[in-house]
Structures are given as C-alpha cells and as structure tokens.
C-alpha cells in the first residue's frame, strides 16, 4: 500500500524557525530541499499544505514527482488535511505531521499515523546524516583504485 505524508506547513515553519541548531535556525529553502530529498530517497509522497490563499507556483523550484507544496486557498490547512483524510483513508497509509491537537486527533480517528513536528525535524535530521554519510562512502568506493583504509572510514 502506498504511504503518503501531509505536512502542516506552517506548523513546521514556525517550530524550525524558533529552534537554534548549531549555526543557525534552518531556512525555509534549506527545509524543501530535505523534504524533497527525504521523499524521493524513501519513495513517499509528501504534502506540505500552507494556510491561506498564494500562488503555489512560487514553491515550483521546490516541487518534485514526490513532493507536492501548496497553499490551502479558501480553507485552512487543517480543513484541507481533514478533507484529504477522508478521501484517502482506504487508499494508501497515510501520515501527519502537525503539533496542532485537534488535527492530530482527527488523523488517528481517520486512521492516519501522527508525528509531532519534532519528531519530523529529528528524522529530517537523522535522514540528512545517514544520506551524507552513505554519499561520502559511495565517493570514497568510486575512484575506482585500492584503498585499504576504505573500512576504517
């Protein structure tokens, strides 16, 4: 069965821009260039519904075949990821990402898994480490002569 995630964009704007990493709070072009890599990588189709009316083709360097961010329009993003509930509920497996308790409740009663915004930033995080760790073996085995320290990297 397929999985696909919504993301309750402001929700994690908001939590990313007060939390303090080691240099500084993570950009929002930093955070679409993890979740694209994120969804590719791991083949699930993400969402990251923003509250109001914008045009989604300003986020159209970000769009991918497996990320998808738009603006809610008329409705809220809550009401949007409560309609998109509904109809998917049978389809694929579905997953949330909110703070907000209301939508989290509305998810499980949908049958949706719910991750808090912190734990989606720690697995962005963790996501981003082991992809760089794997990318930096992958160069260190492709220049193609013996390295017979390659194992002790």
Not at 35 to 64: C, P, Y
Not at 71 to 78: E, G, H, L, P, R
Not at 117 to 135: I, N, Q, R, W, Y
Request: glycine share 6%; aromatic share 10%; hydrophobic share 40%.
């Amino acid at each position: 069965m397929p999985e696909e995630w919504l993301i309750d964009g402001y929700n994690l704007l908001y939590d990313l821009k007060n939390r303090k990493h080691k240099n500084n709070a993570v950009t929002r072009e930093s955070l679409l260039h993890a979740l694209a890599n994120f969804a590719s990588a791991s083949g699930r189709k993400i969402q990251m519904v923003l509250d109001g009316q914008g045009d989604d083709a300003e986020w159209q360097a970000f769009q991918t075949p497996t990320l998808q961010i738009l603006y809610s329009q008329a409705v809220s993003a809550d009401s949007y990821i409560e309609k998109y509930l509904c109809e998917k509920k049978a389809v694929c497996r579905l997953v949330v990402v909110t703070r907000d308790q209301a939508i989290s409740r509305i998810a499980r009663g949908f049958g949706a898994s719910v991750l808090s915004t912190e734990t989606f930033t720690a697995m962005l995080e963790e996501f981003k480490k082991e992809s760089g760790d794997s990318l930096w073996k992958h160069q260190v085995k492709a220049h193609g002569f013996h390295r017979p320290f390659e194992g002790k990297i």
